[in-house]
Nanobody, 126 residues
Framework: QVQLVESGGGLVQAGGSLRLSCAASGPTFGSYTMAWFRQAPGKEREFVIAISWGGSSTYYADSAKGRFTISRENAKNTVYLQMNSLKPEDTAVYYC???????????????????WGQGTQVTVSS
């Protein structure tokens, strides 16, 4: 079982930046693809960005391209989401997710992840 704990959310003005962190438990963090999803009030959870287990491949939603980056430190069991040029429409609860190597299917599909964090709120004011 893997436990994921997000941190770093908060209130920021439009145009500002935030860095989210997701700390994972367990010795096999390096074998998981990691991703960030978000869910705004009244909307479905949506894919934001993902990084492969080794960090060599990244996958972006159109909304994240050019503004968000994902990175990981396997030695620290941590994945990061750097968010720049934030917009009010980025306001949501951001969730960290982990996917085992044997899981298949699109990275943007919530059903293809094995573990989820509790989420951290990001609010962008205009």
């Amino acid at each position: 079982q893997v436990q994921l704990v997000e941190s770093g959310g908060g209130l920021v003005q439009a145009g500002g930046s935030l860095r989210l962190s997701c700390a994972a438990s367990g010795p096999t963090f390096g074998s998981y693809t990691m991703a960030w999803f978000r869910q705004a009030p009244g909307k479905e959870r949506e894919f934001v960005i993902a990084i492969s287990w080794g960090g060599s491949s990244t996958y972006y939603a159109d909304s994240a391209k050019g503004r968000f980056t994902i990175s990981r430190e396997n030695a620290k069991n941590t994945v990061y989401l750097q968010m720049n040029s934030l917009k009010p429409e980025d306001t949501a609860v951001y969730y960290c997710a982990a996917r085992r190597m044997d899981r298949t299917g699109p990275y943007y599909n919530t059903g293809n992840y094995n573990y989820w964090g509790q989420g951290t709120q990001v609010t962008v004011s205009s």
